[in-house]
């Protein structure tokens, strides 16, 4: 449905002192109700959006500041719920220890770049070494690096020999205490989330089951009960955090999700009682399943170095994942765009909406999970997540129309962040 604005004429005048721009393209889509806005002029004042407006019935000032998209159609800034911005996709298994320990943390920055080029302007950073998300994020919001919002998990919280332990070297080479973010037990457990957030964590990430990438896990093994997870949920909402649950396995699903958890990761074995509660639950608990990157793993990963034991793990929960997502949505599960970026290329990660519409999205859907879903998952709809009045004037713009053929998404022309164009025009 296509929605025609009728505003009046007017002239725009910028308050003093504000740094005010005009963006006009051919056509706009609403991600809050589905309608297309033909002829849009967005009215930015300090990087907000100040105005919406048919900007055939606009008279600007010939001194106004104008960038015209053209006939493209624009969007809000896409968000990517789970990313490793730190993780070079093209590096696997034991390969990583030809590097200092310095160097993943440059990586981020390429990486980061990369993301906000494929038109992500708000990113959830699940997990990093040495707080690289965190050291990042002040990075780019300082401007000394160019990159997307970033919602930083510093490091994810796991049992020891977990998934999101150090499970590759034999005991000789581990350190004589527990990696951090390692805990077991209720307090334990408690105590990481205060020292994540202590040192500027802003989402919590922990690992309730086995991993695909990881050594001497399997994806369904359950590796934190229930009362742990509560403690981590409840510790985490009482300072005022989501918490994401890396959940792969069935048994580790359900109990993240009576547990309270916000975001279950991947979800590939998820079971109809799983699917169930999470429908039911009366706090909103969403899904972000990376369907795509396979594609990328199975291609590359034994020459990028990754183990013959984690791609059989990769080959074998794919197409279960892919099958279970498709159940999940036809349920009405709260569905959020999470790429695993990292595992595959950042920069490619928008090939992720052709599958989320092969098994199951409509277009529209797929592109509110990586807009308005998300944006209402990180209880950030204020900020981003839409165009809309107040919020950051984050946007994309595309040529063609993604309602139609979502993977125009896969080539966004231009990207603006905080009313600043920083890919094309």
């Known amino acids: 449905m296509r929605l025609l604005l009728t505003a009046a004429v007017l002239t725009l005048a910028a308050p003093a002192l504000a740094e005010t721009v005009h963006f006009r393209a051919a056509h706009m889509i609403d991600v809050e109700t589905g309608r297309v806005i033909d002829y849009p002029l967005v009215t930015v004042t300090d990087g907000r959006v100040a105005g919406i407006a048919d900007s055939r019935t606009v008279r600007l000032s010939g001194e106004a500041k104008i960038v015209d998209l053209g006939d493209r159609t624009i969007l809000p800034g896409l968000i990517d719920m789970h990313v490793h ?59 000394y690096a160019v990159g997307p919002r970033i919602v930083p998990a510093g490091y994810a919280l796991g049992a020891t020999g977990g998934h999101c332990d150090s499970t590759f070297l034999p005991p000789s080479l581990e350190k004589p205490k527990k990696e951090e973010g390692v805990a077991d037990g209720v307090e334990e457990f408690r105590y990481q989330v205060r020292r994540q957030r202590k040192f500027g964590a802003e989402v919590i990430k922990v690992c309730a089951t086995g991993g695909v990438f990881s050594r001497n896990t399997e994806p369904g093994q359950q590796q934190l009960s229930e009362v742990e997870l509560r403690a981590i949920a409840d510790e985490a909402h009482q300072w005022g955090l989501q918490v994401a649950a890396h959940a792969h396995g069935a048994d580790g699903i359900k109990a993240a999700i ?44 034994a020459k990028n170095g990754v183990l013959p034991d984690n791609l059989r793990k990769d080959r074998e929960i794919a197409q279960l994942q892919r099958d279970n997502f498709r159940k999940a949505a036809r349920a009405g599960v709260r569905m959020v765009f999470g790429s695993d970026a990292g595992v595959m290329p950042h920069g490619q990660v928008g090939g992720q909406f052709r599958y989320m519409v092969e098994y199951g999205l409509t277009p529209l859907q797929a592109i509110q999970a990586a807009t308005r879903n998300a944006a209402q998952a990180l209880r950030r709809e204020k900020d981003v997540g839409a165009i809309a009045v107040g919020r950051y004037a984050d946007m994309i713009a595309v040529d063609g129309d993604p309602l139609k053929d979502v993977r125009v998404l896969e080539k966004v022309a231009v990207v603006v962040k905080g009313g600043v164009v920083v890919k094309g025009r």
Request: hydrophobic residues 40%; negative net charge.
């Open 85 to 143: 911005l730190d993780s070079p996709a093209d590096i696997g298994g034991y390969r990583g220890l030809e590097f200092t320990d310095s160097f993943f943390g440059m990586t981020a920055v390429g990486n980061a770049r990369a993301m906000l080029d494929a038109g992500f302007t708000t990113v959830r950073n699940v997990g990093s070494g040495n707080r690289n998300d965190i050291g990042l994020k002040q990075a780019i919001d300082n401007g």
């Open 258 to 301: 009576r547990a309270g958890i916000d975001t279950i990761e991947h979800a590939s074995l998820v079971d109809d009682e799983g699917i169930k509660l999470a429908v039911a639950r009366v706090r909103p608990v969403w899904f972000s399943m990376d369907i795509f990157n396979t594609d990328y793993t199975q291609a590359e990963g």
